[in-house]
Every structure is written in structure tokens, then in C-alpha cells.
């Protein structure tokens, strides 16, 4: 229908000419597509859990060894209490130092339990529409809403993967350097907050709304 609609509009110069026959031979090929799309996201999302997940949740190990790889940062940004002995810092300091850490470290934990929820919701409400989307790709006035919801789907898929590496790379500088108790108590922090963002940067339309999320539990 929206084919004739556009061949119609073709003839009075409203439509750029070709249009009509794009979306016929668009069709189908993405008839095709809403019947593989569910198999195909099961198969790249089971791919991403294995490769992000450890062994615990599921996962093969290939990023994150072990859980005890997020006790280990969250010990060093509370300034040491937890899993990892207190920085040489003199009694008053550190007890006065960490008390501020540990509230700043509750913070960006609950950050990131509200970032990542957000983002699980929306791919699993960007995967439930994905046939949806991909009609809506073969109209031209809603082919650009269409894309940027594809893009917004595999950002949030990209992410998980990306804030994994973010977390295995933190880790790694604090077991395997020598660093100063601050540097390391600053590399914790950042690695933490650096993969609670992870969805704010690879996606579009909808960093704005986990930023506003962001800022919500900020204050």
C-alpha cells in the first residue's frame, strides 16, 4: 500500500522517482528478516552473555574471570575496606577517607544497577518490536526513526561488552601495577563509573533518558 501510495506521488515530482521499487524489492527482504530476527538476536545475545559473563552467572570467563574481579575494584575505591588491605594512610585519615569513599562507591553502585536495568529493558523492549522496526524501515517518512531504533539496539548490546572491558581493564592496572594508595583509590572510582556510562556512550536517542536516570539518582 505505502508502494502504490509512493509510485502515486511519483508521477507529481512529491516522491523522488524509484521509491516505489525500492520499497517492493525492500519488502521482501525484510519479510525474510522479521521471521530470522528472533533466532538471530537469540543467537548474538547468548553469544554476548557467554562472552561477558563469568562462570557463575553463566558466562564462559573471556572478560570478567570471576565476580571477584568487582569485589576487588569496589575494595580499592572504598579506600581499602572489603577485600583489599586499607592504603598506608595514618589512622584518622584513612577512617575519615574511607566513610567518604564508601558513600561515594553506594552511589555509583546504585548508579549502575538503574543503568543497567534501563538498558535490559529497553533491548528487551527494542527486541520484542524488532519486526515492527523493520517495517517501518521500508516507509520513507518513518525510515529514519526506524534506524536510529536499530542503532539504539545494537548500542545497548555493544555496551555490556564494552563496560566489561572497562571493568577487566581497571582491574588489571590495580593488580599488576605498583601505584600510590590515591591513584589506585582514583582508578577504582573511575573504572566503576566509566562502565555505568558505557550505555550513555554507545547510544543515541536514548543516552538522554539514562542520563536523565543518571541524574536522578545523583541527587
Known amino acids: 500500500m505505502i508502494a502504490a501510495i509512493c509510485y502515486g506521488l511519483e508521477n507529481f515530482r512529491v516522491m523522488n522517482e524509484g ?41 564462559l570467563g573471556v572478560l570478567i574471570p570471576s565476580g571477584n574481579t ?9 579506600g581499602g575496606v572489603g577485600t583489599v588491605p586499607l592504603p598506608n594512610l595514618d589512622p584518622f585519615t584513612g577512617f575519615f577517607f574511607s566513610g567518604v569513599l564508601i558513600m561515594m562507591v553506594a552511589s555509583i553502585l ?13 533491548v ?12 517501518l524501515r521500508l516507509i520513507p517518512f518513518t525510515k529514519h526513526f526506524a534506524d536510529t531504533l536499530l542503532q539504539d539496539l545494537v548500542g545497548f548490546m555493544f555496551a555490556s561488552i564494552m563496560a566489561s572491558i572497562v571493568l577487566l581493564f581497571g582491574y588489571q592496572i590495580l593488580i599488576s601495577t605498583s601505584l600510590n594508595p590515591l591513584t589506585q583509590i ?5 573504572t566503576l563509573f566509566a562502565a555505568a556510562y558505557m550505555s550513555t556512550v554507545f547510544v543515541g536517542k536514548f543516552g538522554s533518558l539514562c542520563m536523565a536516570a543518571a541524574n536522578l539518582i545523583g541527587g
Open 19 to 59: 521509491t516505489a521499487a525500492n520499497i517492493i524489492m525492500n519488502s521482501v527482504f525484510t519479510l525474510v528478516l522479521i521471521f530470522a530476527c528472533q533466532p538471530v538476536y537469540n543467537v548474538v545475545a547468548g553469544a554476548i552473555d557467554l562472552f561477558v559473563g563469568w562462570p557463575d552467572v553463566g558466562g
Open 70 to 78: 568487582i569485589d576487588i575494584l569496589v575494595g580499592y575505591a572504598t
Open 110 to 122: 546504585m548508579l549502575t544497577l538503574v543503568m543497567g536495568i534501563v538498558r535490559l529493558f529497553f
Open 124 to 135: 528487551g523492549v527494542l527486541a520484542a518490536v524488532l519486526p515492527l522496526i523493520l517495517v
Open 186 to 190: 582514583l582508578i577504582a572510582i573511575i
